[in-house]
């Protein structure tokens, strides 16, 4: 190669070089250290992010721009890699001039001598301050509950597992607004959204700023304070949220007030059963107790708190097991109706059977459907379960009639919920004609308090009626009702409630005597429910009252056992119906 031609290659070399060196300055942070970290070369890229100036930069410690944030270990790891000759990649969180933090995902280089010991190194980095505000934001999003900015179930459940990890005693406080659902109805999310903000703000106000504070959805608040031991102490806080939260809110100028029901859960590290436990299964457990307690606050009618007990646990449990399990009691089969039968008292003859929902329970047994029946009234499903009765009663009493069992006719009872339904009187017929059973062998017990409306209750009553379907008031005494607007409703017949019954054997049998004289000159048919003893049934015979049914008749019965009871006793069919 002659000189020229040489001189022509190098050239060419260095402007590849040039050319290298232009793109990794556009693109990249670049720095050179000697081997103990002193810079001796940055490129514009550098200053920019550093907001340092070139001539502040060189000749310092690569440390100017340490933010503080990584460990001794993460730079002693990283001096080793690169200072036994190995190229260390990583991602770094430095410091600007002006205090404000930027991230980096560095390589560095190390350049060795003629030992293989390294003289300097090169740094080329990209700045990720991005990618990292957003990795930042991600994991905020999963800890904290967007809307009130405090800690959501995540963090919750975080936070437990320390407390309880270190054993130490705390307070769990269910928090839950009352009838918020209603405020966020009727006022709209916007103000919802902004009450529940305000709420927050309030609890952070009033408690210890070592309280942790949650939301854990809806209008649900999580609270956890340490080193709470006595159910006092808890209580003392517990009044102090309420109070607090009864205090007027203001929200797009309008004044709101709320009340909040409170579940307490008192962790006690020592105690035999929690120690035993996993952390995880201690958390559910606590969580869970609080929840009841909340639950239970909340049967009391809101805007109180209550402590859990093992009591109250199981109360509650126990209801809210039924809830669960009332859902598919309808398709496993577990309904069935027991009849009690009801008598002329006159006659001795059987006129017709009160048709008693009963609920074989796979594990509890046989359940009241004193017990059973709100909480199907609460959840609604009163409506389908009714339906099923209606139903199952009109088919029995079908069945009687092929059978010959002298069984005039069959009385349901009917429950609120079913009865507000539009559809009710026709739901009714339909089944009527579905069974083909004439409607006269079936009647409605509806209650007092049922008659809220008289015009509404009129034309459903009234619907009934023109088909021949009879009806009857049940536990009458027992409502605020009249008699005289009673006369107004096409009602066949009154039911009076057993506890005047019961009373009348203890002398104070006025009212019954009253019901029994108004009634009959108002044209209803009196039943008396719950004669127990013959002293009852002599009165209610003396005055004049028309049928009876009771446990001194008898029980309600199986179908089955109904049979055999009428058989054996030989109780005669009612020839004609008595007025
Ligand atoms: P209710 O309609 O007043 O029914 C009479 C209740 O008194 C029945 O209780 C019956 O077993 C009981 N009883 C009968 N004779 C006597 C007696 O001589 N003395 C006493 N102390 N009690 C007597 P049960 O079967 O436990 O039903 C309780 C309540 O549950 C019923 O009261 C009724 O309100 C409701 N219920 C029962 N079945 C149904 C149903 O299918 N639908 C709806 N909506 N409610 C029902
Ligand atoms: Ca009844
Ligand atoms: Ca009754």
Known sequence: MTNKQIEKKLNKTLKKLEDIEFALNESSIVAITEKKGIINYVNKKFCDISKYKEEELIGQDHKIVNAGYHSKAFFKQMWQTIGSGNVWKGEIKNKAKDGSFYWVDTTIVPFLDGHGKPYQYVSIRNDITKKKAMEEEIKQM???????????????????????????????????????????????HIAGDLLLKQTAVRLKEILPSSAFISRTGGDEFVVILEDIRSENDAAKIAEHIITSLEAPFLINEETFFISTSIGISLYEPHHLTTESLPVEKVIESEIRKADIAMYYAKELGGGTYQLNTPLLNE????????????????Q??????????????????????????????????????????????????????????????????????????????????????????????????????????????????????????????KIILQALKDFGVRTSI????????????????????????????????????????????????LQFNIVAEGIENEEQLSLLQQYGCHYGQGYFYSKPLAPEQLKTFLEENRIPALQTLND
């Open 142 to 188: 999963a800890y904290y509950d967007s809307l009130t900015e405090l800690p959501n179930r995540n963090f919750l459940n975080k936070h437990l597992q320390t407390v309880i990890g270190n054993k130490k005693p705390a307070a769990i406080m269910f928090l839950d607004l009352d009838r918020f659902k209603v405020i966020n109805d009727t006022m709209g």
């Open 315 to 330: 109360k509650v449990s126990r209801k809210m097991t039924l809830e669960t399990q009332l859902n598919r009691a309808l």
């Open 332 to 457: 496993n089969d577990e309904f069935t109706l027991h009849y009690q039968p009801q008598f002329d008292l006159h006659t001795d003859s059987i006129t017709g059977v009160e048709a008693l929902l009963r609920w074989h329970h796979p594990q509890f047994g046989l359940i009241s459907p004193n017990e059973f029946i709100p909480i199907l009234e609460e959840t609604g499903l009163i409506v389908s379960v009714g339906r099923w009765v209606i139903e199952t009663a009109c088919t029995q009493m079908k069945q009687w009639q092929k059978e010959g069992v002298p069984i005039q006719h069959a009385a349901v009872n009917v429950s609120a919920k079913q009865f507000k339904n539009v559809h009710f009187a026709k739901e009714v017929i339909q089944i009527l004609r579905k069974v083909e059973l004439n409607p006269a062998c079936l009647e409605l017990e509806i209650t007092e308090s049922m008659i809220q409306n008289v015009k509404e209750t």
């Open 474 to 521: 049940d536990d009458f005494g027992t409502g605020y009702s009249s008699l005289s607007y009673l006369q107004h409703l096409p009602i066949d017949c009154l039911k009076i409630d057993k506890s005047f019954i019961y009373e009348m054997s203890k002398g104070e049998e006025i009212m019954v005597k009253t019901i029994i004289n108004m009634g009959k000159s």
